[in-house]
T-cell receptor, first 117, second 114 residues
Framework: EAGVTQFPSHSVIEKGQTVTLRCDPI?????LYWYRRVMGKEIKFLLH????????ESGMPNNRFLAERTGGTYSTLKVQPAELEDSGVYFC???????????????FGPGTRLLVL | AQSVTQLGSHVSVSEGALVLLRCNYS??????LFWYVQYPNQGLQLLLK??????LVKGINGFEAEFKKSETSFHLTKPSAHMSDAAEYFC????????????FGGGTRLMVKP
């Protein structure tokens, strides 16, 4: 079974440009999460999809970030326009369990390393 | 709000020595606790998790962790380090109002000396 995949693995862009990150969750996983690790800091939650619906987007830093999950399969995270502080590693995770409460196991992708110059 | 503190951003041990990575958490509700490991150029992989029941949790690759409510700790241990254990380790908490959202500590990079 394929794991969570993310594309691209690395992206270097200039300030003001747009970048779109993609995440393909494990097949059949309804839950999809985005996290971010800014250099030197902890990994932080961005948002959570259940199928195509946004369950929780409390971690999205501002309106320059737009996440979508059309059809409830893969997800994209667009940053427009990118700023220097957006640099970091963006992780995607997915899970199958439908129960709430927080005990589920989330399976992580390798991340996309974004550098904004 | 939940939080996690990992003491020591870098830990170095000799091959064959005990591995101890420290994790303390803050949570207003009984927490769910996780340890993840990240090897170079790979995603985070679950080592073990505590949900309910037995407080000593055994994970993959010989790692284990003990949930100590009185100390709000969930330290990760392994009796004998291998070179292949060199990686970055993350402690995380979820549950309560945070639901499924994971709150991570800052990570500990483990180095294993031959």
């Amino acid at each position: 079974e394929a794991g969570v995949t993310q594309f691209p693995s690395h992206s270097v862009i200039e300030k003001g440009q747009t970048v779109t990150l993609r995440c393909d969750p494990i097949s059949g996983h309804d839950n999809l999460y985005w996290y971010r690790r800014v250099m030197g800091k902890e990994i932080k939650f961005l948002l959570h999809f259940v199928k195509e619906s946004k369950q929780d987007e409390s971690g999205m830093p501002n309106n320059r970030f737009l996440a979508e999950r059309t059809g409830g399969t893969y997800s994209t995270l667009k940053v427009q326009p990118a700023e220097l502080e957006d640099s970091g590693v963006y992780f995607c995770a997915s899970s199958q369990e439908r129960r709430t409460g927080g005990s589920e196991t989330q399976y992580f992708g390798p991340g996309t390393r974004l550098l904004v110059l | 709000a939940q939080s996690v503190t990992q003491l020591g951003s870098h830990v170095s041990v000799s091959e064959g020595a005990l591995v101890l990575l420290r994790c303390n958490y803050s949570s207003s509700v009984p927490p769910y606790l996780f340890w993840y490991v990240q090897y170079p150029n790979q995603g985070l992989q679950l080592l073990l998790k505590y949900t309910t029941g037995a407080t000593l949790v055994k994970g993959i690759n010989g790692f284990e962790a003990e949930f100590k409510k009185s100390e709000t700790s969930f330290h990760l241990t392994k009796p004998s380090a291998h070179m292949s254990d060199a990686a970055e380790y993350f402690c995380a908490v979820s549950g309560g109002n945070a639901g499924n959202m994971l709150t991570f500590g800052g990570g500990t990079r483990l180095m294993v000396k031959p």
